[in-house]
């Protein structure tokens, strides 16, 4: 039976399939299967079926009324299971996304930024020190050292281990306190106290504190065996640190020359004098030892990277340190003495122009500096210029002389002082003391020290077709003024010397014989050495040489030679200086020394303080060089505004002599024996 002939199963809507054992239908019977009779069996061929008995049904219940229609309820959503293939596929491309990402950081760590944070990596390990170096020292021309560095330390702690292993930190700064205070580097005070150790030792976020700078080895022998209170051991002192090499500046010397010498700040910095001005080849350069660290503790095979340090060069001077002293003892004397507010000499050598000493009063100790005053610490002879008043003269002199204008027996017109000097307006020049006429020669006029007599001889250019203040002005700027002396010194003036456009009426005068001008003294000792040294001017200079690192010395470049006026002409000057000492109305006659031959000038001029912006007190000057025929040593002294006596003469030619004598003995000068030019300093009839 095909299933178009089945009837249709309402439930489905299907063609009814056939039960299990039941044959289907054949085509053309009946659609219904023989009814058994009431006994159960069959009805046999032929005989007609017995109708079932018709069952009797209820009466049907009438139809309700119909009830009002309901309202839709709320559909609630059907929940359907997701599909399992989807979600994991999305879970694998979420899994591989993060992988990709995982993969790709790791190729940038490994491949890209492999360096970089390698890099990273050891500075976060790594641990710096830093190798000081050793300052150069500074020598005397003997070799005598003047400023050396010895071994010293600086007390370091980690403020970590201290918090860690001591259990009374008041105690530990307590102790540290007293040793410092009691260290011989800290005689004259500085050393950290017990309130400024606890601080550092205590102080957060760091694992390097510096307790204590330059201590001597004896000193940090003493800070190892500190019997402290520690978790660690009862004999130690654990966290605090004294292997960071850190030399200390030393001056054997103490006060010798130290305007000079200069002296360095805690850092090993030069900051005056010598040490500040050749500081860069003092100093050297520091090293680094660099190495990897956990917790502050080396990492052993991790190796070391060492930068060494190079030490400063030692630089040796043209100072003698006996004539240094000699220079400071008999400055500090006078200072003294005389009351006077300060005081410098310069002791130079005549053929080299070298500075054999340079003193200074009042001074300081470059020792213990932080006890020293202030105006104390520089040097006065270069960076304090003045009028330096008749020393001057001999410039005029000279001039007068080279450009043939006058001779040093050339008599002058008598002149009286006061005097009215020049035409429109007239100006009143004075002689340092009131007299009638006077009849000098130009050696008269420089032996008796006249301000007139010197305007007197600069009239004389220009009868002779030459522009008086042009050709002094020349000369005062061959001679030095006006200009450094090209050493180099911290601090350092040229002096004032404005052009002779800018002069005044009274300057046109005052210059002639050193007032209205400054130079410092060393500028007015060059000045000397230039007559002295036959009329060449060499540059003043400090510097000897160096010695390389095998220690063959090395001179210092030969410093500028200018001449100035001609031997000659210097060799008349020096007999003019001579008849300052020796004539019996010369100003210089406390200058002499038993058995040489001295030439030399005496100066007072006016003195201006800036603070005051006016004229207070006098400079009393002597400068001078022996022997006057063999010129070996030049020596300038001043003193500023001594109280009393304050003539050049009484204040300044008794130091020239004291520091000469020495000087001439210690370099060995033997006299030379020849008598003093007889130059005459009058003619007529002498008046005064």
């Not at 609630?76 to 993060?98: K, Q």
């Not at 400063?312 to 003698?320: A, H, K, L, M, Q």
């Not at 000045?527 to 003043?540: D, E, H, K, L, M």
């Not at 006098?618 to 022996?626: E, L, N, P, V």
Request: net charge positive; aromatic share 6%; proline share 9%.
């Amino acid at each position: 039976m095909s299933d178009r002939d089945r009837p249709i199963d309402p439930r489905t809507g299907r063609p009814r399939q056939p039960s299990k054992g039941q044959p289907p239908r054949q085509s053309g019977q009946p659609g219904r299967t023989e009814q058994p009779n009431r006994t159960g069996q069959p009805a046999r061929p032929g005989q007609r079926p017995r109708k079932a008995p018709v069952r009797q049904l209820a009466p049907r219940r009438p139809a309700p009324a119909p009830s009002p229609p309901r309202p839709p309820a709320p559909r609630t959503p059907t929940l359907r299971m997701g599909s399992p293939r989807r979600r994991l596929r999305i879970t694998m491309f979420a899994l591989l996304f993060a992988f990709s990402l995982f993969a790709g950081r790791l190729f940038q760590l490994q491949a890209v930024d492999e360096k970089g944070y390698a890099k990273a990596a050891d500075a976060g390990r790594e641990a710096t020190a830093v190798i000081h170096a050793s300052r150069g020292a500074i020598l005397a021309a003997d070799g005598r050292p003047l400023a050396v560095s010895v071994e010293a330390y600086d007390v370091t702690a980690d403020p970590t281990l201290v918090a860690k292993y001591h259990e009374d930190v008041d105690e530990l700064s307590a102790k540290l306190a007293g040793l410092f205070s009691a260290a011989p580097e800290y005689a004259e005070g500085g050393a950290p106290s017990a309130a400024t150790l606890r601080a550092a030792l205590t102080k957060p976020d760091t694992r390097y504190v510096i307790l204590a700078k330059k201590v001597s080895p004896a000193t940090c022998a003493k800070v190892r065996q500190l019997a402290v209170s520690n978790t660690s051991n009862p004999k130690s002192i654990v966290g605090v640190y004294t292997n960071s090499r850190d030399d200390r500046r030393t001056y054997p010397g103490g006060t010798l020359g130290a305007n000079l010498i200069g002296f360095t700040d805690g850092d090993g910095v030069g900051k005056a004098g010598i040490e500040q001005m050749l500081n860069a080849r003092l100093a050297g350069k520091d090293g680094q030892e660099s190495y990897q660290a956990a917790a502050g503790v080396e990492i052993p095979t991790t190796g070391v990277n060492l930068k060494p340090a190079v030490d400063g060069e030692s630089v040796r001077t043209t100072i003698d340190p006996d004539i240094q002293w000699a220079a400071d003892q008999a400055l500090a004397e006078e200072v003294k003495k005389s009351g006077s507010l300060s005081g410098t000499v310069v002791v130079q050598d005549v053929k080299t122009g070298q500075i054999l000493a340079l003193s200074n009063y009042p001074t300081f100790d470059p020792r213990h500096i932080t006890s020293a005053d202030g105006p104390n610490l520089g040097n006065r002879a270069f960076t304090e210029p003045f009028e330096p008043g008749s020393v001057a003269k001999v410039i005029t002199m000279s001039a007068a002389i080279q450009e043939g204008v006058a001779e040093p027996g050339t008599q002058l017109p008598p002149f009286t002082s006061p005097q009215r000097v020049g035409i429109y307006p007239p100006w009143v020049a004075n002689d340092d003391v009131s007299h009638g006429p006077w009849s000098l020669t130009m050696t008269g006029v420089l032996a008796k020290s006249s301000n007139i007599g010197t305007i007197e001889v600069a009239d004389l250019f220009a009868p002779h077709g030459l522009d008086r203040n042009q050709t002094v002005a020349k000369y005062q700027r061959l001679f030095g003024f006006g200009k450094k002396t090209g050493i180099g010194f911290p601090g350092e003036t040229g002096g004032l010397l404005d052009p002779p456009e800018k002069w005044s009426d009274s300057e046109r005068y005052t210059v002639l014989y050193g007032q209205g001008l400054s130079a410092t003294a060393v500028q007015d000792a060059s000045v000397y050495q230039t007559i002295a040294n036959g009329g060449v001017r060499i540059a003043p200079s400090l510097v000897a040489g160096w010695p390389d690192a095998s220690g063959k010395f090395i001179p210092a470049p030969a410093p500028q030679q200018t001449p100035v006026v001609s031997a000659e002409t210097a060799t008349k000057v020096s007999q003019m200086l001579e008849a300052v000492t020796t004539d019996e109305h010369g100003t210089g006659s406390t200058a002499k020394i038993p058995g040489y031959r001295v030439a030399g000038k005496t100066g007072t001029a006016d003195r201006y303080d800036d603070k005051l912006g006016a004229y207070n007190g006098y400079t009393a000057s002597f400068i001078g060089f022996a022997p006057t025929d063999k010129p070996q040593i030049v020596v300038a002294v001043s003193l500023q505004k001594p109280v009393g006596a304050h003539f050049g003469s009484e204040v300044a030619a008794p130091v020239f002599t004291k520091v000469m004598s020495f000087a001439l003995q210690s370099r060995g000068v033997a006299p030379t024996g020849t008598p003093p030019a007889d130059l005459p300093t009058t003619y007529g009839t002498k008046n005064y």
